[in-house]
């Protein structure tokens, strides 16, 4: 069974950092992109980073360029969204997810999620 599941959320002060984690489990994931998805409360569901698991480019909402990183552990099959200088408005539900090939921005394109971990930044 393919699973995706995330950890890592909590509440943190703004200017703090938090590192999330995506563990894949369930098949290859060598040949799917990966993305990070967040859902404040009362929003639409947007993208924050992508890439591909097998690597090259990655992709990042302008929102968080330069503070939010992804990365990936091969060998522990996980995927990592590094969040430094966070704001209040970063507090979501954030989500991973999975998609054959070609890395996207779309939520829509992607066709295996997460349950999501819960961010929370206090001014």
């Known amino acids: 069974q393919v699973q995706l599941v995330e950890s890592g959320g909590g509440l943190v002060q703004a200017r703090g950092s938090l590192r999330l984690s995506c563990a894949a489990s369930g098949r290859t994931f060598s040949s799917y992109a990966m993305g990070w998805f967040r859902q404040a409360p009362g929003k639409e569901r947007e993208f924050v980073a992508a890439?591909?698991?097998?690597?090259?480019?990655?992709y990042y909402a302008d929102s968080v360029k330069g503070r939010f990183t992804i990365s990936r552990d091969i060998a522990k099959n996980t995927v990592y969204l590094q969040m430094n200088s966070l704001k209040p408005e970063d507090t979501a539900v954030y989500y991973c997810?999975?998609?054959?090939?070609?890395?996207?921005?779309?939520?829509?394109?992607?066709?295996?999620w997460g349950r999501g971990t819960q961010v929370t930044v206090s001014s």
């Open positions: 890439f591909r698991w097998s690597g090259g480019s990655t």
């Open positions: 997810a999975a998609r054959p090939f070609v890395a996207s921005i779309n939520h829509d394109e992607y066709d295996i």
